[in-house]
């Protein structure tokens, strides 16, 4: 989408190793979210983040670390990747609280 | 606890007649109201929302949706479907009690006939 980059569409990994995703946006907006979805779970929010070092964590945090250290930047970590962790992950923008969201394509990811 | 339904896996309709996608939930407070496609061509998109005010709202692509506070249900419509509206379909709900938190819904597939 405009505006919104995730950088890989496709990533495997092994069982053990660290995984950063990456998700770049050119909007200046606030608030930036990483989700995953799973086939009956609809999308789950793993972390979020409302500024530039603010970070707050979503309902499926377990084994995810997330930074942003600039505004347009917002990197998603699995500190060691699980089968588990075999999901489709989207990142979102939202200018403010009440906006919809941008989503970027998609990275899918498949921990071997 | 907090959630949203969407209670149809997949609904099947022709081109040309109408389409009625549902959702309700069970949240406390007055939510943040919202619909997303996700096509497998265009990705996820923002449909529309509703926050305050008139109970119908309009979005892109000719879709609207109903808020019925007494029902908690905030149903996704358009007067005509297009095959092209084949997509899945997500509710989400946005509460803030104790911070803001989106609660998506599991999904509907609608499949639009020629």
């Known amino acids: 989408d405009a505006g919104i980059t995730q950088s890989q569409r496709h990533k495997v990994t092994e069982t053990g190793t660290p995984v950063t995703l990456r998700c770049h946006q050119t909007e200046n907006h606030r608030y930036m979210y990483w989700y995953r979805q799973d086939p009956g779970h609809g999308l789950r929010l793993i972390h979020y983040s409302y500024g530039v070092k603010d970070t707050d964590k979503g309902e499926v945090s377990d084994g995810y670390s997330v930074s942003r250290s600039k505004t347009e930047d917002f990197l998603l970590t699995l500190e060691s990747a699980t089968s588990s962790q075999t999901s489709v992950y989207f990142c979102?923008?939202?200018?403010?609280?009440?906006?919809?969201?941008?989503f970027g394509s998609g990275t899918r990811l498949t921990v071997v | 606890a907090q959630s949203v339904a969407q209670p149809e896996d997949q609904v099947n309709v022709a081109e040309g007649n109408p389409l009625t996608v549902k959702c309700t939930y069970s949240?406390?407070?007055?939510?943040?109201l919202f619909w997303y496609a996700q096509y497998p061509n265009r990705g996820l998109q923002f449909l529309l929302k509703y926050i305050t005010g008139d109970n119908l709202v309009k979005g892109s692509y000719g879709f609207e949706a109903e808020f019925n506070k007494s029902q908690t249900s905030f149903h996704l419509k358009k007067p005509s479907a297009l095959v092209s509206d084949s997509a899945l379909y997500f509710c989400a709900v946005r509460v803030h009690t104790g911070g803001f938190k989106t609660i998506f819904g599991a999904g509907t597939r609608l499949f639009v006939k020629a």
């Open positions: 979102a923008i939202s200018e403010s609280r009440a906006d919809g969201y941008t």
């Open positions: 949240v406390s407070g007055n939510p943040y």
